[in-house]
């Protein structure tokens, strides 16, 4: 006979209730990217295009891909899904600031900012912890998102430069934890 107890769960929220799901969402932390090109514009001029996203993380090694959601609403993945390279930039945990600029309307997104791209269109902000040239591999629906799935081709990488990092509603930094040994 077991010697184990169980204890009952507090009540739990239905998944329909959003403002319950968002709060369980917010309790788990996520990287902050930058996905970005050079696009050609309707006056077949140069432009950059690009947002961030929160719902980003690493998912195979062989071959090398990482995935995002973006929301079936957005006006800015159309731009970018069709572009030969896409660049994905993890933000630095001191650029917040730059993330919600990438956040914001599209008109003001690359105000201020000196980017820097690849020969086949991929755009980097500067600074940031990595940087990953891609290529898209997949998308799947997924709700009032889409999975996106994006092959990685080359990178750069510092891994002495910190994350930002998303968590209940607001970006914070890594705390390395100290052995209590």
Known sequence: MSTESVVP???LAPATDSDALKRAFSCFPSGV???CCRATAADNS???VGMAASAFTTVSL???LVSLCVQNTSTTWPRLRNAPAIGVSVFASDQGELCRQLAGPAADRFAGITATDTADGALFV???AASLSCSLFHEIP???HTLVLLRIEA???DPGVEPLVFHASTFRSLEARRDRS
């Open 9 to 11: 769960v507090a009540a």
């Open 33 to 35: 990217v930058a996905v």
């Open 46 to 48: 140069s432009e950059m």
């Open 62 to 64: 062989d071959p090398p």
């Open 126 to 128: 500067p600074d940031a």
């Open 142 to 144: 997924a709700g009032d």
């Open 155 to 157: 990178l750069r990488c």
